[in-house]
């Protein structure tokens, strides 16, 4: 019989199952499920009755028990390591089709976890007792047990594979659960074992019932006491099976880590199972503080919870009057939000009773006012979200009525027990800095950190303010990067933060995860908090494990895998399942404007910087004023429209009084539990009273020793994420949908706004591509290639994607040709731009042939500009649309180059639409304002056609400087914009005093192209 042949027949049927599309972002398990064995199996042509058996018979040869010429599991450990190596080695496929197959050693592994769902199912052994029912299932002898006790830690490299294998495929096969703290070595088959999936279905109503937030890395000891009172509930709302081995207390540990993993990966959503299809909170306030010229503005909205998934775009808010509809979209977490540019009423959102209808059922989803509100930084929804509570170590926001008593006393909590950046009022606060958008009768209190747990806040409002737990460690700030796999840029990388309640020394272990785990640096406080920030430490991209010590404890309280990736590590995956976008000028009429999924048709198209069946023929060309004609003095003089209320704050309220009103369960002659929970009916917070008199503690002794205060390391600073790494993030990303750049995007700073920025801006530089729907929004984005674009000045610009590695390389190549590669940033430029200069094309061409998928472009700008249609053919090919319904108009003044009210759409003109909660701007030429029919587009080209109509671009040009100018709103869009700073390959510089938009260093003779493409 061939053992190894057996052996790997069932490793590839249960590798098919455990691991595959099916379970993409779900946490996977090797548990040994009976309906699993027994398909596997079945396809392997066996009947037996107990498929377990058969497969432990498959198994048992391979471990070499009784070959004493062989160390005992040494051929499974050599098979592992060749298969590690080309793991680390070969692409990876999106679907997993191609590249490296599973680990071999998912059958061994399910054995060993079959051994652990043995433990606490009898009385035989210790509930604890793992290697007697390993030894048991595996029918050993006592030589055998002891030769494969002894072997066993080879076991731990194995489950770190596996892990290996979902990270590379970025956890479209599964998340990664193959952790564990104490018990090293039988703690990772426990782990997979000790609670059934089941179970696991019902932790995200514990995780809810707490207010634990989605995706947050608790201690897993600081679970116990919340697993412990929900696991105590009458009737318990688990399994017979893990509430005994909770009340036997010696599995508790690695019951924790598993609800501790599960709560790092869940991101907000029930699964099939869960006892509830909806969080406690229905409706959760956000935040968004943007920087604009003029200082900060604030701004407040929400995200909903809808019972199941929904295809409406639009949410009915039953507290505004006239009940009128938001429109949404997606979020995730199975989340809605108002679309961006949403004008909501900040002092209704925060002081009032909140109702939405519920689209999934028609229910109403609500948001009862507090007085002290906490916001936790969300990187999926780009935003501060409202939380229940605050957690040790970590950033948070927190909003608090401005009742002097009360803000005193949150002052007071954050001071003793934490730092804070700064307090903040709304526009009419005259104690404090204000900041626009800031709802007026509250204070915001930025970047919040608490080091200890304030346990002398009695006042019920101050509930948020108090952790559920007393030790935490977490990974913050940075910048994160998208994807289902929990990974940071390694050139932004987190801040460890740890803090452990009572401690006198915290201890921060740093290992690198390889063949095998190098310590690499230790941090050590006599204190109860510690920050360590590894910004500036240059570690490399890789996979790190982060542990937590107390005081002289040997095994860690909390262990975490960091993992750090750059532009030199790309998400394969990623790459390979984006779209590849060109800009199609031939088969798209709307090819200027937006990029389309490469036909391969196309015989006149642009990618990148690259333009490619650009004509001989001259362009054309039109003079340009030498001052601009429209007025570059501010004055504006559009009125916004009043923002949407979205309910009004009940004058006797607690929030406006400060008075509770606790209502609580009707006693039934008995005592359910060791605490009874008192409901706040108008906020929702819960008071919480013993069951039982507490004993009154007796005074303490004259002279009595006192705890000491609490010792903290030095509070951190605030770190702004550059645009340079926002860049490398997408260059490891590759490209895909919008909301993967945004969630990068948004970390530089979460406005929609400055989210459109970034994109136009990453646009005209030719980094990536942009494919945008019928309203001419961004929907899909390509990293380019990598290309060197020659400008007119004989420089040789970097766009596309290029890595730290590559660039490194290049100046290499470029040096020994006797040219150089510099970087140059102008004054107000966000980005850096990389030339390489004193070389020539054929030289420049020799260089990159020495590379990787490196293209030289000759006189980039020059070739785009003969592609491009004039603006007469771009309008005749915009989709025609009615006018849609709206409830304000402004028309764009071309003198002042501002918007000014109007009463309705009766002229030609570009107009901006005030719908419910949006703008729409569409431009209506003298046919369409007769038909009520007009061109949907984007802001700044609705601008251009209505000048171009009139016959007067929006154009002007300083030859002195060479400089190319348009208004402030009005930048080119696309390729057009793209062709003009391709002339100096920086993006182009806003002057906000000025009100304009200057394209740099462009010739004379593009400059009268581009008037004449904007002129016809």
Excluded at 358 to 378: C, E, F, Q, T
Aim: aromatic content about 6%.
């Amino acid at each position: 019989m061939d053992v190894w042949g057996e052996y790997d027949r069932w490793n590839t049927e249960l590798a098919v199952r455990y691991f595959g599309e099916a379970w993409e972002g779900v946490p996977r398990y090797l548990e040994p499920q009976e309906d699993l064995l027994r398909d596997a199996a079945s396809a392997l042509g066996l009947t037996a009755a107990n498929p377990l058996a058969s497969l432990v018979a498959a198994v048992r040869p391979t471990l070499q028990l009784g070959d004493r010429g062989s160390a005992t599991l040494a051929r499974h450990r050599s098979r592992f390591q060749t298969w590690r190596r080309t793991l680390r080695e070969t692409p990876t496929a999106p679907d997993g089709s191609e590249g490296v197959s599973a680990p071999p050693v998912v059958a061994l592994l399910v054995v060993l976890v079959a051994a652990a769902t043995r433990m606490g199912a009898d009385d035989t052994e210790a509930a604890h007792a793992y290697y007697p029912r390993l030894n048991q299932l595996l029918g050993l002898d006592s030589a055998e047990a002891a030769r494969l006790k002894t072997a066993f830690t080879v076991t731990e490299s194995f489950w770190r594979g596996v892990n290996e294998y979902l990270e590379a495929h970025e956890g479209n096969l599964g998340l990664p659960t193959a952790y564990a703290l104490g018990h090293r070595y039988v703690g990772l088959p426990q782990s997979q074992a000790l609670i059934r999936a089941g179970d696991r279905a019902k932790l995200p109503d514990f995780f809810d019932s707490f207010g634990l937030t989605p995706g947050s890395q608790l201690v897993p000891s600081d679970l116990e006491r919340l697993l412990d009172s929900w696991i105590g509930t009458v009737p318990t709302p688990v399994s017979n099976n893990l509430a005994n081995l909770w009340r036997r207390g010696s599995a508790r540990e690695r019951i924790c880590g598993i609800a501790s993993v599960e709560l790092a990966h869940w991101d907000g959503t029930r699964r099939s199972g869960s006892a509830s299809s909806r969080p406690r909170n229905g409706i959760n306030l956000t935040l968004v503080l943007r920087k604009t010229f003029g200082g900060r503005t604030a701004e407040l909205s929400f995200v909903t919870t809808p019972r199941g998934a929904v295809d409406g775009r639009v949410l009915r808010v039953m507290s505004a009057e006239g009940q009128p509809e938001v429109g949404v979209v997606p979020a995730p977490g199975g989340r809605l939000r108002p679309m961006p540019g949403s004008k909501l009423d900040p002092e209704s959102l925060t002081g009032a009773l909140v109702e939405v209808e519920d689209p999934a059922d028609g229910s109403i989803l609500k948001r009862r006012p507090r007085r002290v509100v906490v916001l936790r930084r969300d990187e999926l929804v780009g935003a501060w979200t409202e939380v229940e509570r605050i957690q040790l170590m970590e950033d948070f926001v927190v909003l608090v009525a401005d009742d002097d008593r009360l803000v005193s006393m949150v002052s007071d909590v954050v001071a003793t027990h934490g730092s804070v950046d700064g307090q903040y009022g709304g526009p009419h606060d005259t104690k404090r800095e204000s900041i626009r958008g800031l709802p007026n009768g509250w204070v915001m209190l930025e970047n919040v950190r608490l080091h200890s747990v304030p346990k002398d806040a009695k006042d019920l409002d101050l509930q948020p303010l108090i952790p559920l737990t007393t030790a935490h460690m977490a990974f913050a700030r940075g910048l994160k990067l998208p994807g289902r796999i929990r990974k940071w840029s390694s050139l932004e990388p987190p801040e460890i933060r740890a803090a452990v309640a009572e401690a006198e020394l915290i201890t921060v272990k740093l290992w690198e995860l390889g063949d095998d785990r190098t310590l690499l640096d230790q941090w050590q406080e006599h204190a109860q908090a510690l920050v360590a920030p590894l910004k500036g430490q240059d570690f490399a991209d890789g996979d790190y494990e982060v542990e937590l010590y107390a005081d002289d404890d040997k095994e860690p309280l909390s262990a975490s895998t960091l993992r750090l990736r750059s532009g030199d590590s790309p998400d394969l995956m990623s790459w390979e399942a984006c779209e590849r976008l060109n800009y199609e000028l031939d088969t798209n009429g709307m090819g200027a404007l937006s990029a389309v999924q490469a036909t391969g048709h196309s015989e006149v198209l642009v990618d990148g910087v690259n333009t490619i069946g650009a004509s001989d023929r001259d362009p054309g060309s039109q003079s340009l004023p030498g001052r601009p004609r429209w007025t570059t003095r501010s004055r504006e003089s559009s009125v916004p429209p009043p923002p949407i209320v979205l309910g009004t704050a009940d004058p006797t309220s607690c929030v406006m009084t400060g008075r509770h009103r606790i209502a609580l369960p009707t006693f039934m002659g008995k005592a359910e539990g060791k605490v009874i929970n008192g409901t706040c009916v108008q906020c929702g917070l819960q008071k919480t009273y013993p069951a039982k008199p507490r004993r009154q503690r007796a005074a303490a002794r004259p002279g009595a020793p006192q705890t000491p205060l609490t010792i903290v390391a030095p509070a951190a600073k605030p770190t702004d994420v550059s645009w340079d790494s926002c860049l490398d993030a997408l260059v490891h990303v590759g490209g895909g949908a919008m909301p993967a750049l945004e969630r990068i995007a948004t970390q530089a700073e979460g406005s929609s706004l400055f989210v459109d920025e970034f994109v136009r801006t990453l646009e005209v530089l030719g980094h990536i591509d942009v494919s945008r729907d019928s309203r001419l929004q961004p929907e899909a984005w390509e990293g380019n290639p990598a290309y060197l674009a020659q400008i007119p000045s004989g420089e040789f610009l970097l766009a596309g994607v290029w890595s730290a590695a590559d660039r490194k390389q290049l100046g290499n190549l470029v040096a020994a040709e006797g040219g150089s590669l510099t970087e140059r940033r102008s004054v107000g430029d966000h980005i850096t731009s990389w030339f390489v200069h004193g070389l020539t094309v054929r030289e420049a061409e020799a260089t990159a042939s020495r590379m990787d998928a490196v293209y030289v472009v000759g006189d980039a700008a020059d070739l785009m500009m003969r592609v491009l249609p004039t603006l007469g053919v771009l309008q005749q090919n915009l989709p025609s649309a009615a006018i849609p319904e709206y409830r304000s108009a402004e028309i764009f003044d071309l003198t002042t180059a501002s918007w000014r009210p109007i009463p309705g759409l009766a002229v030609s003109g570009a107009y901006r639409l005030s719908q419910s909660f949006r703008k729409a701007h569409i431009w209506v030429d003298e046919s369409g304002a007769v038909k009520r029919q007009g061109r949907l587009a984007t802001v700044q080209l609705v601008k251009h056609l209505a000048a171009r109509a009139a016959g007067h671009p929006l154009t002007a040009y300083l030859p002195d400087s060479s400089t190319f100018l348009v208004p402030l709103g009005a930048d080119l869009p696309a390729l057009y914009g793209r062709a003009l700073t391709l002339c100096s390959g920086h993006p182009p510089a806003i002057s906000p005093r000025q009100r304009v938009v200057a394209y740099r260093e462009v010739p004379p003779k593009v400059a009268q192209h581009m008037q004449h493409l904007l002129s016809n």
